[in-house]
C-alpha cells in the first residue's frame, strides 16, 4: 500500500514539477547571465536569449532565421567562424577566445562555447554560448604595458649607469656619443635607427654618430638648422622634443622637398624624433631617432628620451672634466671628486625614479623587483660615497667600506633589536673595478639574510669577516637563522639574486659557494692585485 501511494505521488510530481515544461525551460534560457544562441543544422539562428540581445546589440527578430556567422563575425574572420559553427554541425563541441561584432561593426572579445544539440541519438541542432571577457582582456593588456614601461624603465637605468660609468675610459667625445646613441637605441622600442648631430663651426649640422644609416650617406650628410624637420616643426627654433608620426605627410603640407635619409638596406625613413642638446645653456645639437614605420612614437617614448638627452650635458661635462685632470695634475684631485659627486647624484636620481614607480605600481612582483633594483643602485651609491671622500679615488679599504654597506642594507629591514651584527674585517684596498660587482654581490646576500633569514625569529647574529691569504681575499658573510632549503645552491638556483651573486664574482675573476648547518654561511674568493 505504501509502495503505491508512494509510486502515484513520484507520477503527480512528474507530471506538475515545472522544470520539466517547455515554459521552465525557455525562462531559464531568457534569464541567464550568458549570452545564448541556438541554431539549427545549417547554422541558422533559431532562438537567441536577452543577453546575446544585450552583447550584440540585435532584436531577436533581426537574426532568427540568418546564418550566425553572417553577422556576428568580420569578413576578415568569416572562415574562422565558419569553420567552428561546421566543427559543431558535424558532431563535435569546440571551446576558444575570439572576436566577435555586434551591431554597428562593434568588435567584442568573447570566449565561446560551442556544441551539438542531440535527442533521442539524432543531433537536431547546435548551440553557442558567449561570455564577454573585454575586461580581461583590458586588465592583461595593461598588466602587460605595465611591464612593458618597467622594463623600459630599467633599460634607461642601464644606459645612464653605463654613460656614466665609461666616462673615465672613453678616448675621445666621439665614443661618448656612439655610446649615448647606442643606450638610447636600446630603451626606445620603435626606433630602428639614429645619429647624434654637432653644430659645426660653419652653423651647419653635421653627424658625429649614427646606428643604421648608409655611412656614405653619414659622410657626406650636411643640413643648417633652418632646414631642419625640428626646425620646420616647430616653426622655428625650440628646446622640446619633437615627434612627426608621417614624415612624407608632413614634408608635403610643409612643401619640403629634402632627400630622406635610407637605412643601410635603402628603406626609406617614416617617422622621427627629434631632442635638442642643450649645454651650458647653448645648442649643442641634436639626438634623432627614426623609424621605417608611420605612426610609432609615442609620449613615452619622448619622456625617455628626454631623460636621456638631460644626462648627455652632465657626461660631456664629465668627460670634459676628465680631460683636464690629463692635462692638468695639479687640480686632479679636485676634478675626480667632482666625476665621483655628479655619478653619486645621478644614481640617486635613478634611485628616485625606481622609488617613484614603485609607488605607482601594484603588482607585488614588479614593486620586489623596483624595490630590489634599487637596493642595488645605493649600494653603488655608497661606493661612489666612499670614493668621494678617499685620498687616491682609486681603491678603498674594505675595513671602511664594508661595514658602512652591510649597515646601510640592514636599515631597510625592520629587524628585531635582537639581531646583532660583528665585523671582523680586515684593512685591506681593493680597487673600484672589484667593489663595484663585490658590492653588488654582498648586497644580494645582505638582502637575502634581512628578508628571508629570520623570519619568527627575535634573536640572531649575522657576521662579516674579510681575510687576505696570499693574493686572495676571503669574504665571508654568515647568519645562524633558518638556513636555506638544501636544494638553494648557487649552480642551480633559479632565482636572480643568486644566479647574480655567481656572475658578479665570475666577473671579477673570483668563486662563490654556500654552507649551511645551523644558518647560512657564503664565503666569496677573489684575487687581488
Known sequence: MSDHASSEGGKEHKENSPVLTNEYFIRLFNEVHEAIVLCDNEGRVMRANREFVRMFGYSEEEVRNRYIDDFVSSEKLRAEAVA?????????????????????????????????????????????????????????????????????????????????????????????????????????????????????????????????????????????????????????????????????????ENDISAEILKDERGFEIRSTMS?????????????????????????????????????????????????????????KDLILKEVHHRIKNNMGTISGLLQLQQASLKDPGAVTALADADSRVQSMMLLYEKLYLSRDFRTISLETYLPALIQEILGNFALPSGIKVEFDVE???????????????????????????????????????????????????????????????????????????GALMNQIGGSVSIEKGGGTRVIMIFPID
Not at 649614427?210 to 620646420?232: H, L, M, N
Not at 660587482?437 to 634581512?450: D, F, Q, S
Not at 696570499?470 to 658573510?477: A, D, F, Y
Request: glycine share 8%; net charge neutral; aromatic share 6%.
Open 84 to 252: 567552428l559553427t561546421d566543427t559543431a554541425r558535424a558532431g563535435s563541441g569546440f571551446s576558444v577566445e575570439a572576436v566577435r561584432f555586434g551591431k554597428g561593426d562593434t568588435p567584442v572579445d568573447v570566449s565561446i562555447i560551442g556544441a551539438p544539440v542531440v535527442i533521442g541519438g539524432r543531433q537536431v541542432a547546435v548551440y553557442a554560448i558567449y561570455r564577454d571577457i573585454s575586461a580581461q582582456k583590458r586588465m592583461i593588456s595593461a598588466l602587460v604595458e605595465s611591464r612593458k614601461k618597467i622594463d623600459r624603465l630599467m633599460r634607461l637605468k642601464d644606459a645612464v649607469l653605463a654613460i656614466s660609468a665609461s666616462i673615465l675610459t672613453l678616448s675621445d667625445i666621439s665614443q661618448l656619443f656612439d655610446l649615448v646613441l647606442e643606450k638610447v637605441l636600446a630603451a626606445v622600442d620603435h626606433a630602428d635607427v639614429g645619429c647624434v648631430l654637432l653644430l659645426a663651426e660653419d652653423g651647419s649640422l653635421r653627424i658625429a654618430a649614427s646606428c643604421g644609416y648608409s655611412q656614405a650617406d653619414v659622410k657626406k650628410f650636411r643640413v643648417r638648422i633652418e632646414d631642419t624637420f625640428q626646425w620646420k616643426k616647430a616653426k622655428g627654433y625650440s628646446d622640446e622634443t619633437l615627434i612627426i608620426n608621417h614624415l612624407r605627410e608632413f614634408m608635403r
Open 427 to 501: 684593512d685591506i684596498s681593493v680597487n673600484t673595478k672589484v667593489l663595484q660587482p663585490l658590492g653588488i654581490a654582498a648586497n644580494e646576500v645582505i638582502t637575502n639574510i634581512g628578508k628571508y633569514a629570520f623570519r619568527g625569529r627575535d634573536e640572531g647574529l649575522i657576521v662579516a669577516r674579510a681575510r687576505r691569504t696570499g693574493k686572495h681575499v676571503r669574504l665571508t658573510i654568515e647568519d645562524d637563522g633558518i638556513g636555506m632549503p638544501d636544494s638553494v645552491d648557487i649552480g642551480r638556483s633559479t632565482g636572480f639574486g643568486l644566479t647574480l651573486v
Open 275 to 331: 631632442a635638442p642638446l642643450l649645454v651650458e645653456g647653448k645648442f649643442y645639437g641634436l639626438i634623432n631617432l627614426d623609424s621605417r614605420e608611420n605612426d610609432v612614437f609615442d609620449d613615452t617614448d619622448r619622456s625617455l628620451i628626454e631623460y636621456i638627452r638631460s644626462q648627455v650635458p652632465i657626461a660631456i661635462g664629465m668627460f670634459r672634466s676628465y680631460e683636464r685632470v690629463k692635462e692638468l695634475v695639479a687640480e
